[in-house]
């Protein structure tokens, strides 16, 4: 077991502070203005980990951890530096950690492990926890860092993992208060709405805390499921705190993440996956802004670059680009007006975000729709290619893959400065891929490949190196048409594998 840089007057799992007292208001009630040290835990792009923590050493100035439970890393923070967190591009959800333990024994039968994992609640070190969550609330606040109009809405019954978050409208938290009154408003109102109005009307500031618990568990040797983990783990805090659950309005909410051993109770910073940050304009596969980020970083943009998303979808790539690399000048281009319309929303929208806030509103972006493999674009004029291609399951067919990929790989050489041009690609079909590459020796080394989880789909973001070569001097520069090239036997084995 590792405890969280508690100061000494921490309760810790044996020292507990009786439930009446630490159920006070941790928002209505600052005292401490003492900086302390927290664990933060982010959950980021599965396969962008060492990524995210490279940003987190370039930002905050300290090392991460990345956790055996892919997807997750964890580092040290003082709470005068809380607010670097929320600048951070490569993390998807933030949240302090109550406690860790590494290597934590379930016992044998599921009662046993639900009644230790009960008895865990009232034992936890929580105070600097929440001590954070309300400055990060105050943050938020002061920040006006809730964006108008979403909040968070779970799926019913989303106590436990794969908890799939949605916008909805925005919910303002209630006042907390003091211990007492918040004791006798949860027992006396079991309904949330007639509750919270109530009390707006006689005594606004005697409104329960509300908390959910949400469960992420994997690993198969557990004799429980996370819906009981949550349901009895949130049983105790309950009554520890005398909090009032809410599945869907709550002002806290409790994380217990699971993975085999591995057990860490943390208390989320963020409402909504910060993923969701530029794209107000969906489509059928739009691409978390937090992966994007990471192909960004991947290619290590420079000032004045010229950079070519040629199948940008809504734009979700460049639109990334151009907020936090603005150096460099982007042009998102494709071939489904669709799609150029969405990306075209899409900027309008974050220009106007950004001219409401006063900032500048202009983005180094320009939209064009075109076709990958027929490029208006001069030869050896750009810089950085970078793109999402069809993976030939919602997007394209597989058929049409073995045609799409040589030709595009092709013509992202024509365009790219030979010896020095960048190419980072994302796909999931990845045998059509390799095949294509394999054919563009001349044109194209690989340099490194990420394996990355989109949507669940194993995918690769590959890492290319424009050779030196000269377009038009290589044999990988004649076209080859589909009748030209036997990419018969290819496709037989594709769909073999598929
Ligand atoms: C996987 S999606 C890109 C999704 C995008 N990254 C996003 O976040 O929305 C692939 C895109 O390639 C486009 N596309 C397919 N064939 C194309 C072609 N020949 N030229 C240009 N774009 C093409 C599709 O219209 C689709 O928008």
Known sequence: ?????????????????????????????????????????????????????????????????????????????TTDKLFQVHLLRSVDNLFVVVEEFNHYQFKESKEETLLELQQLASKLPWTNALEVWRLNRTLKKKKGYRKGGNGTKLKPNSGATD??????????????APAAESHAKAEGTPDTESSMQDSEEAAPEVKPIKFRVTCNRAGDKHSFSSNEAARDFGGAVQEFFQWKADMTK???????????????????LTEESL??????????????????YG??????????????DPMCGTGAIPLEGAIEFNSSFYIAGDNYDMAVNRTVNNICHIQKRRADKGRASGLPIDTVRWDICNLPVRTSSVDIIITDMPFGKRMGSKKGNWD??????????????????KAVLLTQDKKCFSKALSRMGGLWRKLHTVWVNVGGLHAGVYLLKRTGAVFGQTPEDVYESRGAVNTQGDKKDDEELS
């Open 163 to 176: 908890a799939i978050v949605d916008e909805t409208e925005q919910q303002e938290p209630p006042q907390e």
């Open 295 to 308: 192909m960004l970083r991947l290619c290590k943009p420079e000032a004045s670059d010229i950079i070519l």
């Open 1 to 77: 077991m590792s405890s969280q840089g508690d100061g000494p007057s921490e309760p810790g799992p044996d020292t507990v502070e009786p439930s009446s007292s630490s159920s006070s208001c941790p928002d209505g009630d600052a005292t401490s203005t003492d900086i302390i040290t927290v664990t933060v835990g982010a959950t980021v792009p599965t396969g962008f980990e060492h990524t995210a923590a490279e940003e987190v050493k370039e930002k905050i100035g300290v090392d991460a951890r990345i956790s055996k439970d892919r997807g997750r890393i964890y580092f040290p923070i």
């Open 250 to 268: 709550f002002d806290i909410e409790v994380l217990l993440n699971i993975h085999n051993e591995e057990v860490v109770i943390g208390i989320a």
């Open 275 to 292: 993923h969701r940050r530029n794209i107000s304009h969906f489509g059928p596969t739009t691409l978390r802004s937090t992966l994007c």
């Open 404 to 421: 799409l990929y040589p030709s595009c790989l092709r013509e992202m050489a024509r365009v790219c400065r030979p010896g020095s041009g």
